[in-house]
């Protein structure tokens, strides 16, 4: 849930908090990347992308100090408390504990300046988990909590429309071909048409719709009670991801060693660099999930310098999964769903091997929907709820389940563009995480900061980042994202 102060949960090393936060950045996006790689051109993509990149880490040490200066307000007001309440205990004491005046100025005074003693230190420590929502209702004021809302609900409809899409998508892929019988699976040569027939009378688009019909009824009534991905499960997912991609460019580095690439990628192509944009932003996608990952790293003193390796490591396999993909296969070969690639006889041999990556988005997705389910229907209950007001049965069981689950079914029941669906989720959406909310957090807590500890209160978590130009360069350039993908959009369709 976005919105309140969680459980910190079992510390880890800072080396394992890299690891976890490697693997929630490195998704689904990355699937659609070396389409829109391939589709930009491979000069332009790898600056977008080195720059986007850039940009993700600059947000993340912004979201970072906020969350370090919540701590520090959320500890300054327990101590107020607290202070609040010696002093009705000394206001109740005899008379015989007031003699010493000198003692009764002590204890007033001994409050303050510890906490003045400390503030740079001890009250920025990062030991309680506040989520992006509380940080929003402690920072912004109603109308930036809506609109933080309106975002983070926005972006996760994003999230399980592509999922509810992307299960569908490959199960059809890898059990349909132009003929009905073709063992190999997919054929990247042929071009597929959402009418062609895949069994019997039935077309490929009905097939997608039969398999979707079958997620939502498997899927969709988790939405309707409260799942947490469990460790083991999350070691599951991990372990087959990884497999998943390791596989995917030694087959690629094997083919292009053997001079059977096919790929001839052009310098620069910038038609498709709207869809690249999006597909990239959401590739780094992390800013949401930060309080979860790094509130529980036992030792935060290095955590910048982690983060910033953490991100080089990003790059380098977005790199290497998206420049072996773009020289191993043509361009106009290249799926939406990379592994889909992979389902080719003369690609890979093995038939298992075969169906293991055709079907791997299948296997990973499937276990990540209920979960973004059920933060979204959370979301919502967040930003309806009014303090001590309860809901009826009917609207906290049947209605918000039903409006978490029903728009992004019907989106994907509509469209199974995977490239478009990530590109406008990351443009529109992911924009807002990623570069609006962080900038506008880092912007008011440090000016909430000044007001309640002083001007000189330093922030130990601070963003490498620290001057008023970043954060309106961050603005200018999530604002300019936006109006650049709107004019692409409403200029393509006026075209068509």
């Known amino acids: 849930m976005a919105g309140e102060i969680t459980e910190t949960g079992e510390l880890y090393s800072p080396y394992v908090g890299l690891v976890y936060m490697f693997n929630l950045i490195v998704g689904t996006g990355a699937l659609t990347m070396p389409k829109a790689f391939a589709t930009a051109g491979w ?69 303050i300046l510890s906490v003045q003693r400390r503030s740079s230190a001890s009250l920025f420590e ?58 190999c699976g997919v054929d990247t040569d042929a071009k597929y048409n959402d009418t062609d027939l895949c069994w019997g009378p039935l077309r490929r688009v009905d097939v997608y719709r039969i398999y979707l019909a079958i997620f939502t009824v498997l899927l969709g009534p988790f939405t309707f009670f409260d799942v947490q991905k469990t460790k083991y499960l999350q070691i599951l997912t991990s372990l087959m991801r990884w497999i998943a991609f390791a596989i995917m460019i030694v087959l690629a580095l094997v083919r292009i060693g053997k001079g059977q690439g096919e790929g001839h990628p052009p310098l620069a192509n910038f038609l498709g660099v709207q869809n690249l944009f999006g597909v990239c932003v959401y590739s780094f996608m992390c800013q949401h999930s930060l309080p979860s990952l790094i509130t529980p790293i036992s030792s935060k003193r290095h955590i910048t310098r982690l983060l910033f390796l953490d991100y080089a490591l990003i790059l380098a396999f977005y790199g290497l999964l998206s420049f072996t993909a773009i020289f191993c296969f043509r361009g106009d070969s290249l799926m939406d769903m990379y592994t889909l690639n992979f389902a080719r006889c003369d690609v890979v041999g093995l038939a298992a091997v075969r169906f293991f990556l055709g079907l791997f988005p ?120 936006f109006f650049f993908v709107t004019a692409y959009i409403v200029l393509k369709e006026t075209q068509l």
């Open 362 to 481: 299948v296997f990973t997705i499937s276990t990540n929907f209920p979960i973004i389910a059920v933060t979204l229907r959370n979301n919502w209950k967040t930003l309806f709820h009014r303090e001590g007001g309860t809901y009826p049965w009917v609207v906290d069981r049947v209605v918000f389940p039903t409006i978490t689950l029903v728009p992004p079914i019907l989106v994907a029941f509509c469209t199974h563009d995977l490239e478009s669906l990530v590109a406008i989720t990351g443009a529109y959406a992911g924009t807002g995480i990623q570069y609006v909310i962080p900038a506008f957090l880092v912007f008011l807590c440090r000016k909430d900061t000044q007001l309640t500890f002083g001007s000189g209160t330093i922030n130990k978590h601070r963003s490498p980042f620290g001057h008023t130009f970043w954060v309106a360069f961050v603005l200018l350039w999530a604002f300019s994202c």
């Open 126 to 183: 990062i030991t309680e988990r506040v989520e992006m929502g509380q940080m929003a209702s402690m920072f912004f004021n109603k109308v930036g909590v809506n609109l933080f809302y309106f975002c983070i609900i926005t972006y996760l409809y994003g999230d399980l429309a592509i999922y509810a899409a992307a299960v569908p998508v490959s199960l059809m892929q890898v059990t349909c071909s132009v003929s009905g019988n073709d063992s």
């Open 43 to 111: 000069l332009v993509s790898l600056i977008l992308l080195v720059f986007v990149g850039f940009m993700s880490f600059v947000t993340t040490t912004f979201a970072m100090e906020a969350m370090a200066a919540a701590n520090a307000q959320l500890r300054w007001k327990r101590m107020e408390i607290h202070k609040e309440e010696d002093d009705e205990d000394s206001s109740t004491a005899s008379d015989s504990d007031l003699l010493s005046q000198d003692n009764y100025e002590r204890a007033e005074k001994r409050p």
